[in-house]
């Protein structure tokens, strides 16, 4: 009885455990995001960050990741290799280090531990509609930026 009660437990709670967001339509995501690049993923490391809203001695884990970017759809950047920043929650997306994503990103604050504040870092998560390369994907996303005007 133990062990039925304790499957039922553990199959039922994965659902608590899951990442609740509401995946944008490609459009909505082109409209949401500040930058919108495709781009090889060159490294990956874990780095403990601080934000405002935690008390001093507070912080947490996130995913930090070298981008090579190899096109840009929409936003403005300032050098072809950037920084991106995920979490490690249940939303978040595990680019792969040698992999070619399309990746929607936001700009957001955060205190990190390698530096004082960074003011305005790129951010992505699985909600924001971030994949593999597809041509067909790239093709439709760079007409709809074409389309509204973004650079």
């Known amino acids: 009885m133990k062990q039925i009660l304790l499957l039922l437990l553990i199959l039922f709670s994965s659902d608590a455990l899951a990442c609740t967001c509401v995946r944008s339509s490609r459009e909505g995501a082109i409209i949401n995001s500040d930058v919108i690049i495709s781009g090889k993923i060159l490294s990956e490391r874990t780095i403990r960050v601080k934000t405002e809203a935690y008390p001093q001695n507070r912080s947490s884990l996130v995913k930090k990741y070298s981008v090579l970017v190899t096109e840009k759809f929409k936003g403005t ?14 939303c978040a997306y595990n680019f792969r280090v040698g992999e070619n994503y399309l990746i929607y990103m936001i700009y957001r604050e955060r205190h990190t531990n390698e530096s004082s504040k960074v003011k305005k870092f790129l951010y992505a998560n699985k909600c924001m509609r971030p994949s593999l390369i597809e041509n067909d994907e790239i093709e439709k996303v760079r007409t709809l930026c074409i389309g509204k005007g973004y650079n």
């Open 77 to 90: 950047l300032r050098k072809r290799k950037i920084l991106l920043y995920g979490s490690l929650g249940n």
